[in-house]
C-alpha cells in the first residue's frame, strides 16, 4: 500500500469538454512529491517561453499533497500552478483553509483544467461525479456571494475555489479565493486571471473519501508527541494573528511603509494586530488540519466600514494596504482586504500597485483624465477603496494599475519605473531586504518574482530554526556571509513544503526535517534520508528555474529594485543598512551550481536527475 | 579683453541653408565654460525626451574650450555633443588632434549645425568664409580617403572631421573622426549616425586667428615652469601609449577578458604596448599643444595584415577588439582598429559588440541565416574582421549588431541581454569596476552612460593625485567608503576638463586644479576660487544629468550589469571581489544633493543656478 495519495489526477479538457482521470505512478510521486513540484513538471512539459499565459494552451493546475486529507498538522492547504500572466514566467500560489482536504476527499491528488470554455462553466468534482455546469448565474458575483450561491445550491458540505469579479475580468492582479467569506487566496502571480480566460468561474469539490495512511497508528503517537509543541511555539500567532508582528516588524525597518521609501511610521500601532484583537476580532480561524489557527475572523458593525465580516487582514495586506499606503485607519484596510477577497484580488500585489499609484500622482506622472474626481495622496483611504474598484474592473486608471507595476511602469515609461517596486514582474510583499539581508538573494531569485515564502529565509534570521542544517540559533540579520547559502537551504525547504503541502508557519512551531521524513514514513511508506529529502527540495526548485530559463529568466533578472539595492530605510531598525548584493548572489550560485548566467550546469542536472526533463 | 574665447559659434541650419554668427555674453561662458559645459547648455535648451536622435531636430554641437588654440598643455581638443541614437539620452564625445585648434585658428570657439540638408555636403570653414558645399564625390569614402580628396581639393593646411560610411549608413555605434589617418576619434555615443542622418558628410576648418590670450607672458612663464614636470610624469605614456598599460591592467582584474566573464589571460603580453613598441611602432603621435604624445603611429608591411599605416591602436581598441574577443594577434587588432577608423566607428563599442555576439554564437542564440559562413567564435580574427565590415554596411548580422548591444539584445530578447555589458545603452570601455570600486558608481552614473572617462575616479585609485580634494595619495581601490564622494569629485572635475578643454591625462602629468586657475587667470583673466571652479564642474554635471531626466532617466538606470555587479573575476588581480553598490551609490546620491529618485533637488539645483534653465 502506498499512502497519501490516491495516484490519480482529473484532467479537464474545456475546450473539448472532455475529463480524464490519469494515473500516477510512484516513480514519479518520489521525484516531485505533489503540490508544488508535480504541479510544476506538468507544467514544465506542456508549456514555454511562447506559451500566452492567457491562451487555452495553458493549464491552470491544482495539486495537493501526500499529507492533505491527513492529520499531520498544518497540511490543509493546496498549490495552484500556470505561467503568470503578471509575470509572464513560472507562477503560482497556495492556500490553506478546506478545498485540498476536499479534493482529496473526492478521491483526487489533483485537477489539470486545460483549454477554454466557449461560455462561462464550474467544475463539480463529487468522486466519481465530475461535472462541467454552467455558470451563467453565478458569473459577475463576487466569491463570497459566489460561494453562497454554489452552497444554496448543492449543498453546506461543498467547498469552491473560484475568482471574483477581477478574475472573470482578467485583471493580472487576480487571485484564485477558497471558503468563501474565509477567504484563503492563492494570490500571487495573477492566477484568476488564468481561471478568467479559461471562462472558469468555479471549481466545487466535495466527497468522504479519507487519504490512505500507511501507518495511522504511528503516526498519531508522533502527532501526540508534537502537536503540543507546534501549539505552545505558535501560540503568538494564535493569540495576534500574523499581524501580530506588524509593530515589531516596524522596528525592524521590515515593514514596507510609504511605497518602501519611509523608515519609521508613528501611526504602526493603530494598525497593528493588537489593535485588531482589542476591536474588530471576533475569533480566531484554523485552516484543516492547523493547531496554529492563525487566521482572523473579524466584524466591523458600525461606522463608515460597517458590513465587513469574515476573514481579517492578514500581516500581509495591513503592510502593503495599510503602512505601504500610509492608510492608518485598521478598519478601511479591513474593508479594503474584504473588497479584494470579494472581487477575487491579491492584496500585496493591489497593494503595492496603489502605493506605485500614489508615488506617480505625487510625481504628477499619472494620466489626470483617467483618475476622475480622485485624489491620490497618500494615507487616502477612500482613494485606496476607489481604485481597488477600478483596478478590478478595469476602469478609468484601474486598467492601467489592472497589469501590475512592472507593465504599467513599461507603458507610462519614464521614470515610472522607478517606483515599481517588483522583482521579475511580481509585487514585492511586506518584508524588506534592507532589514533581512538574505532576502535581497531571496527576492532576486525567487521563482515566480519577489516573494517572502518561495525561500522565507528571513525566518531564520528571527527565531525560526532547522537543526538538520545547523541552523538551531537566530542568524545575524546583517551579515554577509552565509547568506547565499541560506537562501540555497531555505528556498529548498519551502520547495519541499509546497509540495508535500505544509504550511511555512510550522516551522515556527518547530516543524524540521526529521519531522517530515517521520511523517513521509507514516503516511506514505516510504523510507527517505534528509540527504534525498533535501535534493527532492532542491530538484523541485531547479525545475522551476529551468521553466524559467526557457522564459528567457537569467542572471540579468536575479536583480533587486533600485530602491531596496541602494537607498537605506534610515530607520531606527536598520540604519543605513543595504544589502551587499553582488557578494551573496555569488555565493548563491555556487550554491546552487548554476553557471555564470544563472543558469543551472549539466552536472547539476545530472546530480538532480533533471537531465532529460 | 577677454581671453580664451572669440564668443562667436556658427550656426548652420543645413535644411534651410543658412548660416549665422552668433555672438556669447560673458556670464553665459563663465557659467559653462565651454566645450562639453556650453554645448551641454544649447543642446538641453534646443531638445528634450521626445527629440528623435536621428531627426532634423537634434543639432549636433562641435564646441571648443578657452584653452584651444593656446599654449597650455593638453588643450588641442574639442567636444562634439547631441541627442545620443545608441542610448537616447545626452550623448558626447571628444577627440584631441588638430580639428579644434584648426576651428579656433578660423576664428570661432563653435559650430551648430541643425536640420537636414537634401543631399550629401560637407561644410567648409575658413575664417569669414563658411559654405555648404556638395559632398557626392566624398559621400561613400572612408574617412582617411574623405581626408585625403579634401585636402587635395583645398590644400594640406585644412584640418577636416568626417564620417565613414558606417556614420553614413546611421550605424548607432558610428564615430566622428578627424586629421586623416592620425584618426582622432570621438568614438561614444554614435555621434557618426547624427551627422550620418543630417547628409553632412564633414567640417574642413582652416584659418591664421590665434587665440586671445590676457597675459600671455605670464602663460609662458606659467608652461615654462610646469611642461618639463608633467613631460616627466607622463614619460611611460610617451614610450608605449595608451596600451603601456595592458599587462599591468590584467594583473590589475581591469582588462576585459572574454566579454568581461574570463578573470585571467596568458596572453596579455603579445598584445601590450611594449610588443607594440618592439614591432608595429613607426614613432609616436602628438595631438595639438600636448607635451605627453602619448599617440602611436604603426605600419604593417607584410603578412595577412600589410598595408596598415597610421594611427596604433589604443589601450581601448586592444581592450575590446583584442581580450575582450580573446584575439590574441596583435596585428590583427591594429587591423580591425584602423578598419574602425576608416569605415568610422568606436572600437570601444563594435569591441563590445562583437564580443556581445560571440558569447550568444556560443551559446547558439544568434539567427544563424544572418551569419552566412562566419564561425564566430572566441579569438577568430577573421570573423572580427568580418563582422566589422558587416556592422558599417548592415548587412547580415551586422544590421542586429549595428543598434549595439542594448537594443540588438531586446530585439533578439529572453537572456540576450545577459551578454549585453552596457550602462543606459552605452557599453562598458576596457576597465573593470571589480577592479575598481570607485568605478562602479561611475559607470552607473556617468551622464552618457558606461565611460571611463566622465568620472575617471580609477585614476585616483592609481597613481593621480588632487592635492586640493585631499587626495594626495593613491586611494584604496578595493574600499568601500568614500567612493561616492571620490565620484562625487572626479567626475565634477572631468567635467571642467571636458569643457575647459583639456585632455584627462594631463592629471597623471600633475595637472591640478590651482594650475586650471593660473591658467584661467592667464587666458580668460578670470579670478576663480577653487570652490568656483569645482562648483562650475558640479553644475555642468548637473545639467547633463538634467537633460537625462527629461529623457526619463532616474535611479532605477544608475545600474550596472549583472555580470559586473554580481560575477567576481576570481583572478589574481581581484579575487572575489565585487564592488558593494548600494552602499556607495547611496552616499554618491547624498554628496550630489540628488533625491531618492536620483534628480537633483531643488535646493541643490538654486545652489548651481540651474533653476531657471
Redesign the interface.
Known amino acids: 500500500m502506498l499512502g497519501g495519495y490516491f495516484g490519480k489526477i482529473i484532467n479537464i479538457d474545456l475546450t473539448e469538454e472532455k475529463v480524464e482521470i490519469e494515473e500516477l505512478d510512484e516513480k514519479l510521486l518520489k521525484k516531485y512529491l505533489g503540490g508544488s513540484g508535480l504541479a510544476t513538471k506538468i507544467l514544465y512539459d506542456e508549456t514555454d ?1 511562447d506559451t500566452e499565459p492567457l491562451g487555452p494552451e495553458n493549464p491552470l493546475i491544482y495539486m495537493t499533497g501526500p499529507f492533505t486529507g491527513t492529520k499531520v498538522p498544518v497540511s490543509g492547504r493546496h498549490q495552484i500552478v500556470a505561467k503568470s500572466p503578471l509575470t509572464d514566467i513560472f507562477g503560482e500560489g497556495d492556500a490553506g483553509g478546506r478545498w485540498g482536504q476536499g479534493l482529496k476527499k473526492a478521491g483526487y491528488d489533483g485537477v489539470v483544467v486545460r483549454g477554454r470554455a466557449s461560455k462561462p462553466i464550474y467544475i463539480w468534482i463529487k468522486e466519481k461525479e465530475i461535472k462541467i455546469l454552467d455558470g451563467k448565474e453565478i458569473w459577475g458575483l463576487d466569491t463570497y456571494e459566489t460561494d453562497r450561491r454554489i452552497k444554496e445550491k448543492h449543498g453546506e458540505a461543498c467547498i469552491t475555489s473560484c475568482i471574483g469579479p477581477a478574475g472573470e475580468n482578467q485583471v493580472l492582479l487576480a487571485s484564485i479565493m477558497h471558503d468563501g467569506s474565509d477567504a484563503r487566496a492563492v494570490g500571487r502571480c495573477g492566477l484568476g486571471a488564468v481561471m478568467g480566460s479559461k471562462n472558469l468561474k468555479a471549481i466545487v469539490v466535495e466527497g468522504t473519501v479519507a487519504t490512505p495512511v500507511v501507518d495511522r497508528e504511528a503516526l498519531t503517537i508522533s502527532l501526540k508527541q508534537e502537536v503540543p509543541k507546534i501549539v505552545e511555539k505558535t501560540k503568538g500567532l494564535k493569540l495576534l494573528g500574523t499581524s501580530g508582528g506588524t509593530v515589531m516588524s516596524e522596528e525592524l525597518g521590515d515593514l514596507p511603509i510609504r511605497n518602501f ?1 519611509q523608515g519609521n511610521w508613528d501611526k504602526v500601532e493603530g494598525i497593528s494586530g493588537q489593535r485588531m484583537a482589542e476591536t474588530i476580532l471576533k475569533k480566531n480561524y484554523y485552516c484543516g488540519s492547523c493547531p496554529i489557527g492563525c487566521g482572523r475572523e473579524v466584524e466591523i458593525t458600525e461606522g463608515a466600514y460597517r458590513g465587513v465580516k469574515g476573514a481579517g487582514p492578514e500581516y500581509e495586506t495591513i503592510g502593503m494596504i495599510g503602512s505601504n499606503c500610509l492608510v492608518e485607519d485598521l478598519e478601511a484596510i479591513a474593508y479594503a482586504g474584504e473588497m479584494c477577497n470579494r472581487l477575487g484580488m491579491d492584496t500585496i500585489s493591489v497593494g503595492a500597485v496603489i502605493a506605485f499609484a500614489m508615488e506617480l500622482y505625487e510625481h504628477e506622472l499619472l494620466p489626470k483624465d483617467s483618475l476622475g474626481d480622485i485624489a491620490l495622496t497618500w494615507g487616502n483611504e477612500k482613494a485606496v477603496i476607489a481604485l481597488i474598484e477600478k483596478i478590478a474592473h478595469k476602469e478609468g486608471i484601474g486598467e492601467l494599475l489592472a497589469l501590475g507595476t512592472k507593465k504599467a511602469a513599461e507603458r507610462i ?3 515610472a ?2 517606483f515599481a517596486i517588483h522583482v521579475k514582474g511580481l509585487e514585492a510583499p511586506a518584508h524588506d531586504p534592507r532589514a533581512f539581508n538574505s532576502l535581497a538573494v531571496g527576492y532576486a531569485t525567487g521563482n515566480r518574482g519577489a516573494c517572502h515564502l518561495q525561500g522565507a529565509s528571513y525566518f531564520f534570521e528571527k527565531t525560526a530554526t532547522m537543526p538538520e542544517l545547523g541552523y538551531t540559533e537566530p542568524q545575524d540579520r546583517f551579515a554577509t556571509e552565509g547568506k547565499g547559502i541560506l537562501n540555497y537551504h531555505s528556498q529548498n525547504i519551502m520547495g519541499l513544503m509546497d509540495s508535500l503541502k505544509l504550511c511555512k508557519f510550522g516551522i515556527y512551531g518547530g516543524i524540521n526535517l526529521t519531522m517530515m521524513l517521520e511523517w513521509i514514513h507514516h503516511v506514505i511508506g516510504w523510507e527517505m534520508t534528509v540527504e534525498e529529502l533535501l535534493e527532492t527540495g532542491e530538484r523541485i526548485f531547479n525545475l522551476k528555474r529551468m521553466y524559467n ?1 526557457k ?6 533578472d ?2 533587486l ?3 531596496l ?4 530605510r534610515r530607520d531606527t531598525g536598520t540604519g ?1 543598512n ?6 551573496m ?2 555565493e548563491y ?1 555556487e550554491a546552487r551550481g548554476w553557471d ?2 544563472g ?1 543551472p550546469t549539466e552536472a547539476t542536472l545530472q546530480r538532480l536527475q533533471l537531465k532529460n526533463e
Open positions: 517561453g521609501k515609461g519614464g521614470i519605473s522607478e530559463v522564459c528567457g529568466i537569467s542572471r540579468k536575479d536583480i529594485p533600485m530602491r539595492l541602494s537607498q537605506p543605513s543595504l544589502a551587499p548584493f553582488g557578494k548572489l555569488n550560485y555564470d548566467l543558469i
